[in-house]
């Protein structure tokens, strides 16, 4: 199965739910934003897992969700 990179943006508060919902590779990559409280995160994820764990984002306010195809992944 393929993987796909996501990307989002959330309220800081919601970090650590973020962070138990994504597998990742090691963790997910955490980075300010401009707005103050508001960070963006990337992840991969699994295509087999993806619709699940992209609700269970939502539910935790993520937002703005970008998905990106994965051509090659070096580990």
Do not use: R
């Amino acid at each position: 199965m393929g993987s796909k990179y996501i990307v989002m943006n959330a309220p800081n508060s919601s970090i650590p739910k973020i962070c138990s919902i994504l597998p990742g590779m090691k963790s997910p990559s955490i980075l300010p934003l401009a707005e103050e409280g508001w960070s963006s995160v990337h992840s991969v994820v699994q295509e087999d897992q993806f619709w699940d764990v992209i609700d269970a984002l939502k539910d935790v306010n993520a937002q703005g969700i970008l998905v990106m195809n994965i051509e090659k992944m070096i580990l």
